[in-house]
Nanobody, 120 residues
Framework: QVQVSESGGGLVEAGGSLRLSCRTS????????VGWFRQAPGQGREGVGC??????NTFFRDFAEGRFSITTARNMVYLHLNALQPEDTAMYYC???????????????WGQGTQVTVSS
């Protein structure tokens, strides 16, 4: 049984940093892709960044490029959020799949989300 769960969200001042963690179980390490998404109140879900399976290449939306990064360790995938701004406030979700979906929301396995709030 595949399970995905996020942690690490919280309240941070503008300019601050957070590290979000995505824990996966039931998937073979380095053989699944992970996407990070976010959804702000009243808005649709949008892709943030993703990491491919075996090659572990990362891709980011323009707003995240240069500020956010993704690292991995065993069955953990981390989303590093730097230089946070109030507009980054959202629920952040981790999603995983054996297939590659880039930043499309077609991942098979999703976590429950972790809230990131950035104060001005």
């Amino acid at each position: 049984q595949v399970q995905v769960s996020e942690s690490g969200g919280g309240l941070v001042e503008a300019g601050g940093s957070l590290r979000l963690s995505c824990r996966t179980s039931g998937l073979t390490a380095d053989q699944y892709a992970v996407g990070w998404f976010r959804q702000a109140p009243g808005q649709g879900r949008e892709g943030v960044g993703c990491i491919s399976g075996s090659s572990r290449n990362t891709f980011f939306r323009d707003f995240a490029e240069g500020r956010f990064s993704i690292t991995t360790a065993r069955n953990m995938v981390y989303l590093h959020l730097n230089a946070l701004q109030p507009e980054d406030t959202a629920m952040y979700y981790c999603a995983a799949d054996q297939d590659w979906h880039s930043l499309r929301g077609e991942y098979r396995y999703w976590g429950q989300g972790t809230q990131v709030t950035v104060s001005s």
